[in-house]
């Protein structure tokens, strides 16, 4: 094999969403978040999985995400969009079913101009400035949203990932205020579900805890990255590997040659202090990550292997996040086009 090769396992999408569900009384939905295609895995197959683990609720970013759940799930399911009902959107969420969380007063008043009769959500702003109606839109507008029935009213946490944050307390009180005693509701995402009921509502939606990266500290692990190796080679004490001459062995040294690079989403930030695993054994990176190759040190292994692992039981997308000084989702969505993708849990 010269591709990288990138598995990713179904069963443990599945396990992490029951085991997400099991955190929420019975009357609470817990629903799916695929957007940017399944968080980089695969929107058609995670959702699909999930439909059958029984998930009837999808989440996604914009429209043309939702027609390809509607795709994958067929017409029972309940697909929600996050950014609502934006200008050209209209032909989409009527032929593919979706319901937008209206965002602001534009959109409500496109929605029903363009869509008279369509579902709809409602998303308020409870401190987030991203997006939702602020407290005088909602104010004013919903008289006429109750009326019309929105199928759902949510809010988003902005610091969930820290439960001990006084934020997360003040944008529960908030959307208590805007909306006790109005429909079902949904606030919580992975961070929220895991702060306990008072958080839950009638719906959750987690994303990343599905696919297996923090806050969800106990999930299971979803992707293993294997990475061939291209040669071997011996550098010389004071010899310098890879662009820039950024690393110079001190004394001789093993170095192999790694079939990734920032092109396949292994990004040039983490060059300095990642590593990747030979086995059980761990192999610093040295020098700069290029586009298709990684150098890594392998002098201490006493058998040079065929390939490394840089995703996977030793190393989650959060341990490598991590080294590049970013987040597991940017690492999960960012995993590359190049590889042969392999899933297991599938049928
Ligand atoms: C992405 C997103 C989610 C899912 O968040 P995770 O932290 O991945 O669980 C939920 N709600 C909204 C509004 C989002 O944008």
């Known amino acids: 094999m010269s591709a990288a090769e990138l598995f990713i396992d179904l069963d443990a999408v599945a396990a992490n969403w029951r085991a997400l569900n099991a955190m929420s009384s019975g009357h609470v939905e817990t629903a799916a978040v695929v957007k940017a295609n399944g968080y980089g895995l695969d929107v058609t197959r995670v959702a699909r999985r999930l439909q059958r683990e029984g998930a009837q609720s999808f989440f996604v970013a914009i429209a043309d995400e939702g027609l390809a759940v509607r795709k994958a799930v067929g017409g029972d399911a309940d697909i929600y969009v996050f950014s609502g009902h934006m200008s050209g959107d209209g032909a989409v969420i009527q032929s593919a079913g979706l319901i937008p969380m209206l965002s602001s007063p534009e959109q409500v008043a496109r929605h029903f ?16 400035n991203r997006l939702g109606l602020e407290a005088d839109d909602w104010a004013a507008l919903r008289g006429d949203l109750m009326a019309a029935g929105p199928r759902l009213v949510i809010s988003h946490l ?14 529960l009180r908030t959307f208590h205020d805007m909306t006790d005693g109005v429909a079902r509701r949904s606030l919580a995402a992975t961070g929220g579900i895991l702060m306990g009921e008072a958080y839950h509502f009638d719906l959750v939606r987690p994303g990343i805890g599905l696919y297996g990266g923090m806050p969800f500290a106990d999930a299971a692990a979803v992707v293993r990255l294997s990475v061939p190796v291209v040669q071997t080679r011996t550098v010389r004490p004071f010899e310098t590997v890879g662009y820039g001459n950024a690393w110079q ?54 058998e040079l292997p065929e390939a490394v692992e840089i ?31 392999h899933y297991r849990g599938e049928h």
Do not use: W
């Open 113 to 128: 101009a363009d869509t008279p009769g369509a579902s709809f959500g409602v998303q308020l702003d409870t401190g987030m």
């Open 158 to 171: 902005a610091c969930a990932d820290e439960a001990d944050h006084p934020m997360n307390h003040q944008q």
């Open 311 to 341: 995703l996977g039981p030793h190393q989650g997308v959060d341990d490598l996040a991590e080294a590049a000084g970013t987040i597991g989702y940017e690492i999960l969505t960012s995993l590359g086009h190049r590889y042969g993708r």
């Open 249 to 302: 062995a001190d004394i001789e040294r093993q170095i192999a040659t790694i079939a990734a690079g920032y092109a396949d989403g292994l990004i040039r930030a983490m060059g300095k202090g990642a590593k990747v695993f030979a086995g059980d054994v761990p192999c610093p990176v040295v020098g700069r990550v290029s586009m298709d190759l990684i150098t890594v040190d392998v002098t201490h292994l006493d």
